[in-house]
């Protein structure tokens, strides 16, 4: 099964990633002044500057990646009304929606484990960044038959995958979270973010896996569209698989890197993956995606 472009495929591994070469030019006593006139509130994830987050985007190579696309006249917009939710946006040449092609929402928060997976794990606390929303789109290219649409996707994407992903990882890491916390509300989400994210339920992570080696032998865009409109069934039952957005995690912290690097976790994962198996129910995917007209059979 073929994935989309857009893929973290390549995407550094957290031990490969140097944060000492990582300078956002902020010192303790500069960022206490900042704190203390603007107390948060303007600065985007309470810490940087408009002009901070240029250069975070420089550094991450965005800006020259979309500079090769022709997207030089780039217009950042940062929304902090919400203090517990951050948004940036990037758009060229005007701010409206058919000239969008970055936009992240932000937000942190405290994972606690409420369902315990592995007995002889010693759970704490995390405190995550989470992402809750991210569009990466370039709306002036046109889906081609070798890159089709996908589920919820309004424009193609624009191939910065692994460039973002490298960025959500240092700004991460120099917030001191534990780890990126996110909910893949579709099963192609999850498949791009599996490269590095890993689901927090080793159960589901093999299911994902089950998924990914079942259906590989069609093209990704049918296996997206068939898990998303309910079309997946499940061969040891028959019954449809119906997907489920989980905690799906990027493991910063040593403690949390040891939970998915346990034998418990790899076990149960092992084990998931070789006892599901699923495929496509083409009768019932095709009333849905060519549905039948009225007065035709």
Not at 203 to 216: I, N
Not at 219 to 226: I, K
Request: net charge positive.
């Amino acid at each position: 099964m073929k994935k989309p472009h857009i893929t973290p495929k390549g995407l550094k591994t957290v031990q490969e990633i140097s944060f000492n070469e990582t300078d956002f030019s902020l010192s303790e006593a500069e960022l206490m002044r900042q704190l203390n006139e603007k107390k948060g509130y303007s600065l985007y994830l309470g810490v940087f500057t408009k002009e901070e987050v240029e250069k975070v985007l420089r550094r991450s190579h965005i800006s020259q990646r979309l500079a090769e696309k022709g997207f030089t006249d780039l217009l950042l917009d940062i929304n902090t009304d919400d203090p517990h939710r951050h948004i940036l946006r990037v758009y060229f040449g005007k701010k409206d929606k058919a000239h969008l092609l970055i936009e992240i929402i932000l937000s942190e928060s405290i994972f606690r484990p409420k369902i315990m997976y592995l007995p002889s794990f010693k759970y704490g606390t995390y405190n995550m960044m989470v992402i809750e929303w991210l569009i990466l789109q370039d709306p002036l290219a046109q889906f081609k038959k070798e890159r089709p649409q996908l589920p919820d996707q309004q424009y193609p994407g624009l191939g910065i995958a692994r460039q973002v992903g490298d960025m959500l990882v240092k700004v991460a890491t120099y917030l001191h979270k534990d780890g990126i916390l996110n909910f893949p509300q579709y099963y192609h989400n999850a498949v791009i973010y599996s490269e590095l994210f890993k689901f927090y339920n080793p159960y589901m992570q093999g299911v994902l896996k089950a998924l990914e080696r079942s259906l590989s032998k069609y093209t990704f865009a049918d296996a997206a569209y068939a898990v998303s409109l309910g079309c997946v069934k499940n061969l040891k039952d028959g019954e449809a698989f119906k997907w489920k957005a989980e905690e799906l995690i990027l493991p910063l912290a040593r403690d949390l890197r040891r939970y998915f690097e346990s034998k418990e976790y790899q076990n149960i994962l092992n084990n998931t993956t070789t006892d599901h198996s699923f495929d496509i129910d083409w009768a019932l995917y095709r009333t849905k995606v060519n549905p039948p007209q009225e007065g035709k059979p």
